[in-house]
């Protein structure tokens, strides 16, 4: 089993544009951060820090494009600050909801067990349209997603290219990079990504700071 112990953040805007932030602090790669694209016309970007990320998250989702650029994420106490390429983004952190208020109260041990994933994916397709617990990662392999809290994205500004993106809104419709998409309301989840068949093969790398949240 490969483990990624981080944050996923998916934010929409009014033109279209959909992205979802990959902050790792643990994971077989180190620290990074990396970001998925998808633009009003469907092309799909991936912007990684390294040649490892760019390897080991292309082989694992589909994309039209990837690019190696410089990837940053900081924060000041709810306010994230993420520049990544052609993209920059500034969004605030609002309050837990109600589904992270729930997902707090499972056992962190139970929560990252492939078991107890694969047996809420199916209440999870309900509740969340487009969200999946579990599926392919390609190559033979499985993915768990163990999502122990969810915080909403209240406010958000976006620019890619240079071009200011309009305001938050949901990431509608859901974006395609894998077997699902993150919750339409933007939020920021605490998750543990769990590969499982995936050779130990990838070289750590180097991060930055860890954000809050």
Do not use: C, K
């Amino acid at each position: 089993m490969e483990r990624f112990d981080g944050w996923i953040g998916g934010l929409g805007t009014a033109s279209g544009l959909r992205y979802v932030i990959g902050h790792w602090p643990s994971s077989p790669l180190g620290t990074f951060t990396d970001v998925m694209v998808e633009r009003p016309d469907g092309h799909r970007l991936l912007l990684a820090p390294s040649t490892a990320v760019e390897e080991f998250v292309g082989a694992t989702y589909t994309f039209d494009e990837v690019r190696h650029v410089p990837v940053d994420l900081r924060s000041v106490g709810p306010e994230f600050f993420l520049t990544a390429g052609p993209l920059t983004s500034r969004f605030v952190l609002g309050g837990r909801s109600p589904l992270g208020v729930l997902l707090r109260a499972v056992p962190w041990r139970l929560a990252t067990a492939p078991p107890w994933i694969a047996t809420i994916d199916a209440i999870a397709r309900r509740v969340l349209p487009g969200v999946r617990t579990v599926g392919s990662a390609g190559g033979g392999r499985t993915e768990y997603y163990g999502a122990r809290d969810l915080r909403r994205i209240e406010a958000a500004t976006t620019t890619f290219d240079g071009v200011d993106q309009g305001a938050l809104r949901p990431v509608s419709p859901p974006v395609r990079f894998g077997f699902g998409s993150t919750p339409t309301a933007p939020s920021w989840v605490r998750i543990t990504t769990l590969i499982e068949g995936a050779g130990n093969s990838w070289e750590p790398i180097g991060g930055g700071g860890t954000p809050s949240g």
